[in-house]
């Protein structure tokens, strides 16, 4: 993904208070894919007309009831982010159309592999030459180097899966292949962090280690225990985002998906 500025998302009504019902339905509905909108427009219909139909049995004018109607429905706002934590969002769909996208574009896959393949080779060189003893005196520097090693082999089979399954057919179920595949990534990603920590603190402290061995070993256990707790939560707080996302899409039409060439806007 390229980094930078993105560009300001432009809200409905500007983020104007609703006045009438339409008004309502453009913030509820804005960012929902149609299958969403499909289903969630009759159901606030209904709604609308019934407790209006009831505010006019009540005396109440048409003007009237339709203002006390809409204020029945409650805010806009949150009706929003209620539907889109429920139902399937434009943005969703299109982050990973993005993701099928730059797996099929071949130039951008072997990059990305080229950069793994070297943070491979190079913890694998340094993973051998201490298992030969060239680098014995770096023996505890070296520890975490083996899971290192494996979390860059994971992210090397995890983009050749990616660039395989990116060559089918745009469906729901490959959209669901790729959210996964994201969840794996960042397990592997929090799982990499820890073991770069490690052999940062440990690489960096160990020469002072002798002088101080108890405030070291302190600090190295506090610093991996921190690490692990730190990654942990991240890796459950995305893992539960991703698996959201996966039981919208289940729910999703074929029809959400954009067509290969769309905008990606």
């Not at 500025?5 to 960012?31: A, D």
């Not at 004018?61 to 139902?87: C, H, I, M, N, P």
């Not at 996208?101 to 491979?120: E, P």
């Not at 996302?245 to 905008?263: C, G, I, N, V």
Request: aromatic residues 10%.
């Amino acid at each position: 993904m390229i980094l930078g500025q993105k560009p300001p998302i432009k809200l409905p009504l500007n983020g104007r208070k609703p006045q009438t019902i339409s008004e309502w339905l453009e913030v509820v509905m804005w960012n929902l894919v149609p299958s969403a909108q499909a289903r969630v427009r009759p159901e606030i219909e209904a709604h609308y007309a019934e407790a209006a139909q009831m505010h006019l049995s009540r005396g109440a004018s048409e003007v009237e009831a339709t203002a006390a109607a809409l204020t029945d429905l409650g805010d806009a706002q949150a009706a929003a982010k209620r539907f889109r934590q429920e139902y399937l969002t434009t943005l969703e769909i299109n982050d990973l159309r993005k993701q099928i996208t730059d797996s099929r574009n071949t130039h951008l896959a072997i990059s990305h592999l080229v950069i793994l393949f070297c943070g491979f080779f190079t913890s694998l060189m340094s993973l051998v030459g201490w298992a030969f003893g060239f680098l014995a005196n770096m023996q505890q520097f070296y520890f975490f180097t083996g899971p290192l090693l494996l979390t860059y082999l994971a992210f090397v089979l995890l983009d050749l899966v990616a660039i395989v399954l990116a060559r089918r057919k745009p469906t729901m179920r490959l959209a669901r292949q790729f959210s996964l595949l994201g969840t794996i990534r960042r397990l592997n990603v929090c799982f990499m962090s820890v073991a770069l920590s490690i052999n940062l603190i440990i690489g960096n402290f160990l020469p002072w280690s002798s002088l101080f061995p108890f405030f070291f070993s302190c600090l190295i256990k506090t610093f991996f225990g921190v690490s692990i707790f730190a990654n942990l939560m991240l890796a459950v707080r995305e893992s539960q985002r991703d698996s959201r996302l996966r039981k919208k899409l289940a729910s999703a039409s074929e029809d959400d998906l954009p067509p290969p060439h769309s905008s990606m806007a």
